[in-house]
């Protein structure tokens, strides 16, 4: 069964840092885009950071400067590095990856993983 696991959620105090990791696992034959995304109570889930498989980058305004995504392809891992965490950036957290299972590819999304930061 193919699945996107998140991991690395937390309670932090504000200018605290965080690692998030989101592991594909299944019979997959290769991955493309992947993402992380991130949904505050009562708001919409909204794009945080995306990564191509060759590794091009791009990020939200709110948290460039602040946050790395990266991806370990060998492993079908991807991360997010949070540094100099805000209150705001409080939200669950989502991973998404566009997985190659012939003979289609087709979006998977994790279960979502609580960041909480503390003022």
């Known amino acids: 069964q193919v699945q996107l696991v998140e991991s690395g959620g937390g309670l932090v105090q504000a200018g605290g840092s965080l690692r998030l990791s989101c592991a594909a696992s299944?019979?997959?034959?290769?991955?493309?885009?992947m993402g992380w995304y991130r949904q505050a109570p009562g708001k919409q889930r909204e794009l945080v950071a995306t990564?191509?498989?060759?590794?091009?980058?791009n990020y939200a305004g709110s948290v460039k400067g602040r946050f790395t995504i990266s991806r370990d392809n060998a492993k079908n891992t991807m991360y997010l590095q949070m540094d100099s965490l805000k209150p705001e950036d409080t939200a669950v957290y989502y991973c998404n990856a566009d997985l190659q299972i012939p003979p289609r590819t087709s979006r998977y999304w994790g279960q979502g993983t609580q960041v909480t930061v503390s003022s």
């Open positions: 990564i191509g498989n060759s590794g091009t980058t």
């Open positions: 299944g019979s997959i034959f290769s991955i493309n885009a």
